[in-house]
T-cell receptor, first 113, second 113 residues
Framework: NAGVTQTPKFRVLKTGQSMTLLCAQDMNHEYMYWYRQDPGMGLRLIHYSVGEGTTAKGEVPDGYNVSRLKKQNFLLGLESAAPSQTSVYFC????????????FGPGTRLTVL | QQQVKQSPQSLIVQKGGISIINCAYENTAFDYFPWYQQFPGKGPALLIAIRPDVSEKKEGRFTISFNKSAKQFSLHIMDSQPGDSATYFCAASLNSGYSTLTFGKGTMLLVSP
């Protein structure tokens, strides 16, 4: 039982390049989330999904797109990376959104030059 | 608008001492208050959570105190140990619809030996 996994663990991009971060969970959770963590800013929600085929915007969605084609996977895309997107990205999943425990992945450290 | 304010930003406590981290919220409709613990290089993990129908919840050395009228809640770590050195995040959410967690900005705790 791997829980929540994220690939890649590290990535360096040049401004304007694109990439996709993959999150996978094996707990059959309905809800999945993408956060970014920056020093002194805590965890900020980018996008989330309440089920296969659904996505919704979080607090800081600009510059990111997401897709949830399969229940176990949640993809975060950067179409044209900017230095402001340098951050650590965490994926999380939960069984529900009410009184729920969110299980986090190990994170992806992204640097945009 | 920051809905959950966390203090202090950082905290140094001697081994065996009590660590106290405070959070204040603005939305009176919040009704679920978890604390997450994050070790360096890892994703956050749920530590303890409380609902507003109780004023205190204790799990081992960790206690949440909740003051509904003041819209404040705090984490107390008794007999703090070097292994407790981590970043702690408070959070809050609504128990309705597709409510998501709103996190505080985090407190970096260092327990000195």
């Amino acid at each position: 039982n791997a829980g929540v996994t994220q690939t890649p663990k590290f990535r360096v991009l040049k401004t304007g390049q694109s990439m996709t971060l993959l999150c996978a969970q094996d707990m059959n959770h309905e809800y999945m989330y993408w956060y970014r963590q920056d020093p002194g800013m805590g965890l900020r929600l980018i996008h989330y999904s309440v089920g296969e085929g659904t996505t919704a915007k979080g607090e800081v969605p600009d510059g990111y797109n997401v897709s949830r084609l399969k229940k176990q996977n949640f993809l975060l895309g950067l179409e044209s990376a900017a230095p402001s997107q340098t951050s650590v990205y965490f994926c999380a999943s939960s069984y529900s959104v009410s009184y729920n425990e969110q299980f986090f992945g190990p994170g992806t450290r992204l640097t945009v030059l | 608008q920051q809905q959950v304010k966390q203090s202090p930003q950082s905290l140094i406590v001697q081994k065996g001492g009590i660590s106290i981290i405070n959070c204040a919220y603005e939305n009176t409709a919040f009704d679920y208050f978890p604390w997450y613990q994050q070790f360096p290089g890892k994703g956050p993990a749920l530590l303890i959570a409380i609902r507003p129908d109780v004023s205190e919840k204790k799990e081992g050395r960790f206690t949440i105190s909740f003051n509904k009228s003041a819209k404040q809640f705090s984490l107390h770590i008794m007999d703090s140990q070097p292994g407790d050195s981590a970043t702690y995040f408070c959070a809050a959410s609504l128990n309705s619809g597709y409510s998501t967690l709103t996190f505080g900005k985090g407190t970096m705790l260092l327990v000195s030996p």
